[in-house]
């Protein structure tokens, strides 16, 4: 059993404590859910989507320190965006915005940049699908 | 903010070193600075103390003073013992059994022995974690050259059939090794009782110091020193005597042996409450481990949909330092294989969290950890994708 201290930013900590937008969204316009839960981390991301743009954001996390603050953070990131800003948000940029993570967390960010863009195919999918 | 009482729940990952072994140690730091191999006064009062922590922890185990040697801790204990008969032996045969929950430290140079030529065979263990001797006697062949078996596990705590695995190899005539780490001053561990020949012990796992253990080398062992140079601990390990230490470890050998009984008894009720405590207000949660064969301070419990890490540092920020299986804690990102050997499922192993109590853990901290510890599950389940709802809400 590992012991190691982690050596979280305040911005990871502060997400992890109070996590932004927790919780299912009804009706929503996208949901991607990437992750495996024998690998230890699952992520739920839910979109609304109006006029192209994210208007409101869900997620729900099984997952480490990191992958919880990940999730949070891309939720906040992307409101308000277009689709398209929104896909050009990368793993780094999560990270970044969260003060950085320890390299061995990285691939919680990889894991959030993941659930959005199957959240918003989700979405681009269901536009396309005849009515 | 208010200032938060920090609440110690990892003694199996170290202890606080005991105010009494700090002491016994002060002195040998400067007014006893000597080196034990010096003829003159300075290093015979160092010698002395060595001798006397040597013969006080012999006789705590039931061993003859020459039968034990000083090492830097466990990892090294370990190394020693198995690469030491593993060479010493290789012409007799080359056949090496073991455990599928060993610690790393044997793990690691078994897996070292096995590159060398060395066949390891692993044994399993059941749900409980419990090896089974006719394992390994069955195991056992003329090929055969040592075995090795942790006393009591480190994670899970299940208490190995130590005495009646060394009878099985002694009768066969195999040399028998235990890791002890996590018994040596919380279990009797005589080691005529045991049927070992080797067993290796760290003393920070008991209230002395860090950097200090020693090894049990039952007289007529054969045995090649794994660190050669100078003429120190009988040509066995080399290197000038850690003096300061070992007294501490002496003096922590010394407490245990007139506090380990009823300290046990008390951990036991302790752990007990936090068991029963945690079961019952977290639906979905498991006691990983041998229910009754168990270390008296070993609480691991695995609760699903929620993952150890985000518990660990939850139960942190309440001031509450506890220790987890899950991968997210190590760099491999595989969770504890301990706990995947009795049949968990690799997502519930990540959701496993382990307390271990001590000499100084109290009531009213358990409790504290009662209260809090199912509002952290409950809120993390909240956040899991995993998690169906409150089945009885």
Redesign the interface.
Known sequence: MAETPLPYSEKVMDHFRNPRNVGVMENPSGVGKVGNAVCGDVMELFIKVENDIIIDTRFRTFGCGAAIATSSMVTELVKGKTLDEALKISNKAVAEALGGLPPIKMHCSVLAEEALKSAIDDYRKKQTEPK | MKTMERIYL?YA?TTPCHPEAVKAMQPYFYDKFGNASSIYSFGQEAKAALEESRQRVADFIGARPEEIVFTSGASESNNAALKGVAFALRGKGNRIITSVIEHHAIGEPCKFLAKEGFEIIILPVDKDGLVDPDAVQKALNDKTILVSIMHAN??IGTIQPIAEIGRICREKGVLFHTDAVQAVGHLPTLVSELNVDMLSSSGHKFYGPKGVGFLYIRRGTKIKPLIQGGDQERRFRAGTENVAGIVGLAKAVEIAASEMEAEGKQLIQLRDALIQGILKAVPDSRLNGHPAQRLPNNVNISFA??????ML?NLD?EGIAA?????????S?E??SVLLAIGL???TA?GSI?FTLGKWTARAQVDRVLDIFPKIVAKLR?????YPGDKNG
């Open positions: 990892d990952a480190n994670e949909y929620v993952e150890g890490e985000s540092l920020l220790s987890t299986g899950s991968a997210c804690t190590s760099s990102l969770p504890s499922p690799a997502e990540h382990r909240v956040m899991s994708p995993l």
